[in-house]
């Protein structure tokens, strides 16, 4: 059974930093892209980052450009968040979830399934 | 403002159908980019229920089918459910956007 189970979340500061953990199991974790999905309180979905099966190909939301960073640990099946600098705004709960290619986008590629349970970020002082 | 429109509730009693829409344009979903729609139960993380416009993954049952049709897409629910309330997503690819995922804003499913 694939299981996808975040940890790291908490309140954190403005100007601050934390990383989300997303540890993956039931499947062969490096033939699947990877992903972080967001949704702020009340509010829909966004599709913050992506990471390719090796780790060499990543996107990112303009909204986090430059201060997130995606990252993988193939060897230990799991996926990064660093989140540097969040904003109040960046307060959510974040998913990861699994991409259905090894590359972050093709044919066929573009969906989220499954969804780890989420972990809740709160930016406040 | 969401890429994808969706509107923001539908309701219908149990046992009826209900249709949700999913409005786009040239960009993605027109652009022969696919659709894929989550269901999102309360409190709980999302979940795929149609992948590539038309197709359920295993164990979602039949009563939940989806369309496409130029820019547009639906979701339709048949032999509505207790069950089934909650919010649903219309996701795809855009092809002019540097984000290239775009989600709708959701719609809230009540059922009466």
């Known amino acids: 059974e694939v299981q996808l189970l975040e940890s790291g979340g908490g309140l954190v500061q403005p100007g601050g930093s934390l990383r989300l953990s997303c540890a993956a199991s039931g499947f062969t974790f490096n033939n699947y892209a990877m992903s972080w999905v967001r949704q702020a309180p009340g509010k829909g979905l966004e599709c913050v980052s992506l990471i390719s099966g090796d780790g060499g190909t990543t996107h990112y939301a303009d909204s986090v450009k430059g201060r997130f960073t995606i990252s993988r640990d193939n060897s230990k099946n799991t996926l990064y968040l660093e989140m540097n600098s969040p904003r109040v705004e960046d307060t959510a709960i974040y998913y990861c979830?699994?991409?259905?290619?090894?590359?972050?986008f093709g044919s066929g590629g573009n969906r989220f399934d499954p969804w780890g349970q989420g972990t809740l970020v709160t930016v406040s002082s | 403002q969401s890429v994808l429109t969706q509107p923001p509730s539908v309701s219908g009693a149990p046992g009826q159908r209900v249709t949700i829409s999913c409005a786009g344009s040239?960009?993605?979903?027109?652009?022969?980019?696919?659709v894929h729609w989550y269901q999102q139960l309360p409190g709980t993380a999302p979940k795929l229920l149609i992948f590539g416009n038309t197709n359920r993954p295993s164990g979602v049952p039949d009563r939940f089918s989806g369309s496409k049709s130029g820019t547009s897409a639906s979701l339709a629910i048949t032999g509505l459910q207790a069950e089934d309330e909650g919010d649903y997503y219309c996701q795809s690819y855009d092809s002019s956007l540097s984000d290239r995922v775009v989600f709708g804003g959701g719609t809230k499913l009540t059922v009466l």
């Open positions: 979830a699994t991409r259905p290619l090894v590359t972050i």
């Open positions: 040239n960009s993605n979903i027109g652009a022969r980019y696919d």
